[in-house]
């Protein structure tokens, strides 16, 4: 019953900027937490951005000072802004969500179906 639907991946030069966003819908109680992790070919899928429900964000030392995100959590709203793109930036982008659909549930982890991001010349 819990989606997320993600938008905003295309192809884009070295040093260009995107903007994803992710959207939450379904049955939910509360969300604690969301973020936005990338997996490219062959390698880990790995946090990229986080922040909580209290607004505290977090970022992958290879993403510092080039991506932020932002939303509003109460609104179930996340953005990644990606600002001075890299090649190596390549790969699929997935929301993620910490979400507890009644009081009484334990949180479990939400994913969208993901989004590319190519940074090609």
């Known amino acids: 019953q819990v989606q997320l639907v993600e938008s905003g991946g295309g192809l884009v030069q070295p040093g260009g900027s995107l903007r994803l966003s992710c959207a939450a819908s379904?049955?939910?109680?509360?969300?604690?937490?969301m973020a936005w992790y990338r997996q490219a070919p062959g390698k880990q899928r790995e946090l990229v951005a986080g922040i909580t429900s209290g607004g505290s964000p977090n970022y992958a030392d290879s993403v510092k000072g080039r991506f932020t995100i932002s939303g509003d959590i109460a609104k179930k709203m996340v953005y990644l802004r990606m600002n001075s793109l890299k090649p190596e930036d390549t790969a699929v982008y997935y929301c993620?969500?910490?979400?507890?659909?009644?009081?009484?549930?334990?949180?479990?982890?939400?994913w969208g179906q993901g989004t590319q991001v190519t940074v090609s010349s």
């Open positions: 379904g049955s939910i109680f509360s969300i604690s937490a």
């Open positions: 993620n969500a910490q979400i507890r659909t009644r009081w009484y549930s334990n949180s479990d982890d939400y």
